[in-house]
């Protein structure tokens, strides 16, 4: 059983572009959340996915979106990037919203240049 | 705010010691969660603690919970090099609300 995972690993993008990464969830899990974490700092809830819905969103720009498909992948899209957006990105999944244990892709790693 | 915040920030110890690192919270919560993290790597699930739990163990984990005092401890009994890494709780920022991290404690285990 593959856990969750994440595309691309790496990549680095010039300010004002825009940004897709992809997550795909553990077997089983309906619930998808993105988190941000700069260097040296804890993870940062961007918004969570349930049922193809955004449920909850973390203090965060509408410049970062998401979707979640029907098979509960789940894309994150940032638009107009800053150079402060540069970070990982970490895909969780879990079961019922949230209320279980959330299992961690490996994250991708953004660099604004 | 941060709901989740982790204490000491950093922890230094020998191979074979206990490490002790605390968690706060700020509102009611139904579970709160511990997690280990390597160098900036993906987040490991540790171990989840109901809220009408007071003590789970789990392998040299051991997790308490005092939802009067809304904290938390997690306890690795007899350290080893590959404990190194950086420790969060995960706890639910209230109803309805995003589930939130704290800053972490990072634990250093020397040989």
């Known amino acids: 059983d593959a856990g969750v995972t994440q595309s691309p690993t790496h990549l680095i993008k010039t300010r004002g572009q825009q940004v897709t990464l992809r997550c795909s969830p553990k077997?089983?899990?309906?619930?998808v959340s993105w988190y941000q974490q700069a260097l040296g700092q804890g993870p940062q809830f961007i918004f969570q996915?349930?049922?193809?819905?955004?449920?909850q969103r973390g203090n965060f720009p509408d410049r970062f979106s998401g979707h979640q498909f029907p098979n509960y992948s789940s894309e994150l899209n940032v638009n107009a990037l800053l150079l402060g957006d540069s970070a990982l990105y970490l895909c969780?999944?879990?079961?019922?919203?949230?209320?279980?244990?959330?299992?961690f892709g490996p994250g991708t790693r953004l660099t604004v240049t | 705010s941060q709901q989740g915040e982790e204490d000491p920030q950093a922890l230094s110890i020998q191979e074979g010691e206990n490490a002790t690192m605390n968690c706060s919270y700020k509102?009611?919560?139904?579970?709160l969660q511990w997690y280990r993290q390597n160098s900036g790597r993906g987040l490991v699930h540790l171990i989840l603690?109901?809220?009408?739990?007071r003590e789970k163990h789990s392998g040299r984990l051991r997790v308490t919970l005092d939802t009067s005092k809304k904290s938390s401890s997690l306890l690795i009994t007899a350290s080893r090099a590959a404990d190194t890494a950086s420790y969060f709780c995960?706890?639910?920022?209230?109803?309805?609300?995003?589930?939130?991290f704290g800053k972490g404690t990072t634990l250093s285990v020397s040989s």
């Open positions: 077997s089983g899990h309906d619930t």
């Open positions: 969780a999944s879990s079961k019922g919203q949230g209320r279980y244990e959330q299992y």
């Open positions: 509102t009611s919560i139904n579970n």
């Open positions: 995960l706890t639910p920022g209230g109803a309805g609300t995003a589930l939130i």
């Open positions: 603690i109901r809220s009408n739990e």
């Open positions: 996915y349930y049922e193809e819905e955004e449920r």
